[in-house]
């Protein structure tokens, strides 16, 4: 889907008065890829390193003892941010 239609046949004129003769000239469009933006770069890092934090909370040596030892579970972990 072009958006101006008008360049495509701007174009066609410009090579034939250029080349002499009629040239074949084909128009693709791109695929639109999507582009994030740098707020969503940052906010897919930012919940990345909280689900890691998250992780690594409940994967700690002294977190695995202490369950162990009480014969417990783990219910809920709290992020305290990037500390």
Do not use: N
């Amino acid at each position: 889907m072009a958006r101006w239609p008008w360049r495509s046949v701007i174009r066609t004129t410009r090579c034939r008065s250029r080349i002499a003769r009629r040239a074949p000239l084909r128009i693709e469009q791109a695929p639109e890829a999507p582009q994030a933006s740098l707020h969503d770069e940052k906010e897919r890092a930012r919940k990345e390193q909280k689900v890691q934090r998250l992780q690594a909370g409940r994967d700690h040596p002294a977190v695995r003892a202490a369950v162990e030892l009480l014969g417990g579970e783990i219910e809920d972990v709290r992020d305290l941010g990037e500390e």
